[in-house]
């Protein structure tokens, strides 16, 4: 069964440093987003991506925070300065047509910021 | 805006036991409601889903129903099992038709299950 995968696993990074974190969504999959969950707290929306742009971004989403899909396998999400309030499991998710279809998730990227 | 409450956690039941996470809404239109699942180390799978008022969502045992009356979306299963040991995520989603915007997935904070056998 197809499945979105995320790479690393875990990220440490010293804060102000840049990270960008890396996602391979179901190959014919055209909507894609990117979540968040701090410890302890809700997964939160970030950002949703089709057709090449931005669809929609949460207040959490600000300057230090970009997308890209820099060929047809791959969706980025870099953070330019990291700051330790950046800590947090970072989820990417996939869905075909952007309708109450499920979205499905990676297994998330761990991204510690000391 | 949107939001999902849900059961604070942690639950631990012995196996075989009734399970129930509450799980309320608010919205201001006619959302799709889901539950998620995560396994130790795993990313969010879906459970099961419902798209409109009294559908009823039901994957390996688990139901929940769309109660638009008391906006819930009560998750429950009839006999627990040691492998339904996870963290449990109530979520709607509102499309573009009813207010919301393409589909983003609004979360409750998860429900941690431990079962006993």
């Known amino acids: 069964e197809p499945e979105v995968t995320q790479t690393p696993s875990h990220q440490v990074t010293q804060m102000g440093q840049e990270v960008i974190l890396r996602c391979v969504p179901i190959?014919?999959?055209?909507?894609f987003y990117w979540y968040r969950q701090i410890l302890g707290q809700k997964v939160e929306f970030l950002v949703s991506?089709?057709?090449?742009?931005?669809?929609?971004k949460s207040e959490i989403f600000d300057d230090q925070f970009s997308v890209e899909r820099p060929d047809g396998s791959n969706f980025t999400l870099k953070i330019r300065s990291t700051k330790l309030e950046d800590s947090a499991m970072y989820f990417c998710?996939?869905?075909?047509?952007?309708?109450?279809?499920?979205?499905?998730f990676g297994p998330g990227t761990r991204l510690t910021v000391l | 805006g949107d939001s999902v409450t849900q059961m604070e956690g942690p639950v631990t039941l012995s196996e075989e036991a009734f399970l129930t996470i509450n799980c309320t809404y608010t919205?201001?239109?006619?959302?799709?409601l889901f539950w998620y699942v995560q396994y130790p180390g795993e990313g969010l799978q879906l459970l099961l889903k419902a798209t409109k008022a009294d559908d009823k969502g039901s994957n390996k045992g688990f139901e929940a129903t769309y109660r638009k009356e008391t906006t819930s979306f009560h998750l429950e299963k009839g006999s627990v099992q040691v492998s339904d040991s996870a963290v449990y995520f109530c979520a709607l989603s509102e499309g573009p038709n009813s207010g919301g915007s393409n589909y983003k997935l609004t979360f409750g904070k998860g429900t941690l299950l431990t079962v006993n056998p």
């Open positions: 919205a201001t239109g006619y959302p799709s």
């Open positions: 998710a996939s869905t075909r047509r952007g309708s109450t279809d499920t979205q499905y």
């Open positions: 991506f089709y057709n090449n742009e931005i669809s929609e």
């Open positions: 190959s014919n999959h055209l909507y």
